[in-house]
């Protein structure tokens, strides 16, 4: 995947594992014996972060001679990232490299199975995820998503144009704001008009006035379905979105609405993939 992640974050990995010296393989005095590590699957992984596993183990002088790319979809057994070095490389860089795969090949597996489940009843709809994931990993997660089969909903406040009610309150109500839309257009001629609705009565004033996609909150499938035909009714090409308490389970009878985006944030968090490690000397 052409998603690059810094060095200065590779390197931020490296130092919260190994700020100073590896004290065990130190005084054990194995540090010089070279050998070999070698990643692989206990079930079935969508991968992710295998660039930067191996770039982290290549800066503490390890040499990569086997690695899959993230987005590969793997099955339980199969031995994705390689390296050989010294002992005192391979040790300081097993468990940094470890957590990063096993964070982001989980997130992206979990994407993957929402997607395909998505798809499946619903071809053309689109799966994004917010910006709630937890502080300091966007990079990594936003690189899982898409490894994943997602998209990101907002990168953050800077290139997106999302009104909630929180805005508007500010604005006299929503009936204030659609006046002003006009003059919103002007402004952000390159950007999607994007509006959350509080009710079933908001989402169809804002259909009329031509707001470019009209979000629900955790508004019930059955309601969902119902409400998407009477949008399309009163302007045909305005986008419908669902979001608020989507995940595996029920992501399929979101889908099945007929709503064009699916917005969630459940992928970031849950278990991570189960990735065994095998550390040995060279024969």
């Known amino acids: 995947m052409s ?5 200065s974050e590779i ?3 490296i130092e919260e594992d190994v700020p100073y010296v590896d004290l065990t393989t130190h005084l054990l005095g194995i540090g010089p ?13 969508q991968l992710c972060c295998t660039e930067e596993a191996s770039r982290l183990l290549n800066k503490l002088g390890a ?9 590969t979809k793997v099955p339980p057994g199969t031995e ?8 005192e490389a391979l040790h300081s860089g097993w468990k940094a490299a470890l957590n990063l795969l096993e964070y982001a090949s989980g997130v992206a597996s979990r994407t993957a199975r929402i997607v395909q489940a998505a798809k499946a009843v619903n071809p053309d709809v689109t799966v994004v995820t917010t910006r709630k994931s937890f502080p300091g990993t966007k990079k990594i997660v936003i690189k899982a998503v898409m490894a994943g089969g997602a998209l990101p909903h907002r990168l953050g406040l800077s290139e997106t144009i999302l009104i909630f009610k929180q805005h508007t309150a500010f604005m006299g109500g929503l009936d204030e704001f659609i006046k002003t839309i006009p003059e919103l257009r002007i402004k952000a001629k390159e950007t999607k008009i994007i509006v959350e609705a509080e009710s079933i009565s908001e989402a169809m004033q804002l259909a009329k006035a031509g ?21 399309r009714a009163v302007n045909p090409v305005v986008k419908i979105s669902a979001a608020g308490g989507i995940n595996e389970a029920n992501v399929s009878a979101y889908a099945a609405t007929g709503v064009d985006i699916i917005v969630l944030s459940s992928v970031y968090f849950g278990k991570p993939a189960d990735i065994k490690v095998v550390i040995g000397p060279e024969k």
Do not use: C, N, W
């Open 63 to 71: 040499v990569t001679t086997r690695r899959l790319p993230s987005g």
């Open 211 to 231: 707001v470019d996609v009209v979000q629900m909150d955790k508004l019930k499938p059955e309601e969902l379905t119902k409400l998407v035909s009477e949008l």
């Open 33 to 45: 014996k070279r050998g070999k590590i070698i990643y692989a699957t206990r079930e079935e992984t």
């Open 3 to 7: 998603h690059y992640i810094p060095d």
């Open 11 to 13: 390197e931020r990995f």
């Open 80 to 87: 994705f990232l390689e390296a050989e070095g010294t002992a």
